[in-house]
């Protein structure tokens, strides 16, 4: 019972200062294990708001040479003579809503610009608002999935199914 | 004697003894230098802040303006104004702005709170930045290389504490400002996505991001800027006083000639805070829309030269910019070894001059670089790059200012301060056209109106 530390040179045995160093490795590698773990905490599985894919409405509610800004989907359909596309409102710099204007699209929150057809024209947004997946479903409504982008400018031919196969 | 006379005698002498046994510094009588005054110092928590002696130099006010104190005083209103709102402040989608409504129309004093609190923040702000351009400008990081570093945090913490505030009323700038802020995140190299997630706490900003804010307004944060605003100012202590006073001896008692004075700035920096909250009601913005922002949509003046650098270009401005600023004041005390002219701003006469004449150029340069890029944006010219614009353009300036004022000045610290100044110069600017930012964010002299009447 002779192990009293010798206050001299407390930490001089090997064995002693291999068993410290472990010590502080092994609590610095489970504080950060926890840390890890509450980054992954704060990291939830679930998804909340809407499905990507909806129904947009009947489709003849889209008069042809409109663009109807589909306010709480925050995404524009456009009806010309190509036919329907729909395309994302949120501006590809950082997020706001773009608004229409005459000669296309403006966003408020750092002035980008977009032409009709939602590409960058002015302004530092440098991609095009992005054009989502659209189809007519047999009973006449318009479906859009916003998780399927598409080229943009590209429009399904007038009428057709989900599975492209005119309707 | 017995019992009960004996606590009856207590009872009668406990109003007298509870003053003079609660007092700090009782009982040390006869210990050396012990006048009642060094006493209490001695044992006082809070009046341990200073030695018992400091030199005349540090009561010269225009040292360091007062700033660290008026910060301190500013936190302080901050923190008894905040437990207040807390009262009423509920951190949902669904009755976050109401109770904004609340405490302005219904709550006794409400008003009044919420404007301190608001004004208080903007006014921590301005302290904080101005206590660093001061121990920057007078080189006072030197050999205080660690307290620089926790002031660096006190910074960050005090913006950030600006930033998860202004979500919380849950108004139209709120919704916007983070939704920018976290498409900003998103940017960041292989990180970005992730670090988006867990500020949002979801896709979008919603109930788990406002939650997310309210914590960290409310408990992470405000306990971080505690903890390091005291090892803040155990540190000054550790590190001898104030950088200009190193050599000379302490002579003058700090009770009363400083506590006296620093009492005195912080009771005035707390009457003018409430005067100007009795006088001015905080913003409430209009209720959010989380479908369409307002035209303009614009930060708070602290953030708005940032906004305006993000409107050239997301990364550039927005990460790279502050980015560099972040690591040139990191490495600032590692940079520049200089030991020269401490608590004179702007060192000695050599390094002034490199550094004043490289801040005002960058002021010219600036000026060019914005005048070219509004005359591209009134003629809607195509979309530029991220690499030419006027923050890039101030970022090799501010290169250019720190080789040739180094060179020119031979000296490390002419180096660091001129290119810090350009920065700065870049950001004050930025900031300035930010402010005369309208609908489309067009620019626009204050004189002129903006369409549409707003």
């Known amino acids: ?167 | 004697m017995s019992f009960l006379p004996a606590l009856l005698e207590n009872l009668r002498r406990l109003p007298a003894r509870a003053l003079a046994d609660l007092r700090p510094g009782r009982g040390q009588a006869g210990a050396p230098g012990a006048d009642d005054a060094a006493r209490r110092m001695r044992r006082s928590f809070v009046l341990h802040l200073h030695p018992l002696k400091v030199t005349e130099r540090a009561l010269d006010p225009w040292l360091t303006l007062g700033l660290g104190i008026a910060t301190g005083a500013l936190f302080l209103a901050l923190l008894v104004s905040g437990l207040l709102l807390m009262l009423y402040y509920v951190p949902s989608p669904e009755r976050a702005h109401g109770s904004m409504l609340d405490l302005e129309h219904a709550v006794a004093f409400g008003a009044f709170l919420r404007a301190l609190h608001r004004w208080a923040a903007h006014g921590m702000v301005v302290a904080v930045g101005l206590h660093l351009l001061r121990v920057a400008a007078q080189g006072a990081y030197r050999r205080r290389e660690l307290n620089w570093m926790v002031g660096l945090g006190l910074l960050g913490l005090t913006l950030a504490l600006a930033f998860t505030g202004y979500l919380l009323p849950w108004d139209q700038r709120s919704y916007w400002a983070v939704t920018v802020s976290a498409n900003l995140v998103d940017h960041v190299p292989w990180l970005g996505a992730g670090l988006k997630q867990l500020f949002l706490g979801g896709e979008r900003v919603g109930a788990a991001t406002l939650v997310r804010f309210y914590a960290l307004h409310v408990a992470v944060l405000p306990v971080l800027l505690a903890g390091l605003l005291a090892l803040h100012l155990w540190r000054i202590r550790k590190d001898g006083g104030l950088a200009a006073s190193a050599g000379a001896a302490p002579t003058l008692p700090a009770w009363p000639h400083l506590m006296l004075r620093l009492a005195a700035l912080a009771v005035g920096v707390l009457a003018a805070l409430c005067l100007v909250a009795a006088l001015v009601d905080a913003p409430l913005g209009a209720p959010l829309d989380p479908h369409q922002p307002s035209n303009p949509e614009k930060s708070p003046w602290y953030f708005l030269g940032l906004q305006e650098m993000v409107s050239y270009s997301a990364p550039v401005g927005g990460l790279i910019f502050p980015g560099v600023l972040g690591l040139l004041l990191l490495l600032l005390p590692f940079l520049d070894r200089e030991d020269g002219a401490p608590g004179r701003w702007f060192g000695d006469g050599r390094v002034r001059v490199q550094v004043l004449a490289w801040g005002g150029a960058s002021a010219v340069c600036l000026a060019a670089f914005v005048a070219l890029q509004l005359s591209a944006q009134a003629r809607g010219a195509a979309a530029a790059s991220d690499l030419w614009n006027p923050a890039t353009g101030m970022l090799l300036l501010g290169a250019v200012a720190f080789v040739g004022a180094g060179a020119l000045g031979r000296s490390t610290r002419a180096a660091c301060l001129a290119a810090l100044l350009v920065l700065l110069v870049a950001l004050a600017g930025f900031t300035l056209v930010g402010l005369c930012r309208g609908p489309d964010w067009a620019f626009f002299w204050p004189w002129e109106a903006w369409p549409g009447g707003a």
Request: aromatic share 10%.
């Open chain 1, 1 to 167: 019972m002779d192990d009293k530390p010798d206050e001299q040179a407390p930490l001089a045995a090997p064995r002693r200062e291999f068993l410290v160093r472990v010590g502080a490795w092994v609590t610095g590698a489970a504080g950060l294990a926890a840390l890890a773990g509450a980054v992954r905490f704060a990291t939830p599985d679930f998804r909340e708001g809407p499905a990507a894919r909806f129904p947009l409405g009947p489709a003849a509610d889209f008069k042809i040479r409109t663009l109807t800004w589909v306010r709480d989907r925050d995404l524009f359909v456009l009806h010309d003579d190509g036919g329907f596309g729909a395309f994302s409102a949120r501006c590809t710099h950082l997020g706001c809503t773009v608004q229409r204007v005459a000669d296309g699209f403006h966003c408020p929150c750092h002035g980008a610009r977009f032409d009709p057809l939602g590409r960058p024209v002015s302004g530092p947004a440098r991609l095009p608002l992005p054009w989502f997946r659209l189809w007519l479903e047999p009973d006449g409504r318009l479906w859009v999935d916003t998780a399927q982008a598409i080229e943009g400018g590209t429009r399904p031919p007038a009428a057709l199914g989900a599975d492209g196969v005119g309707a």
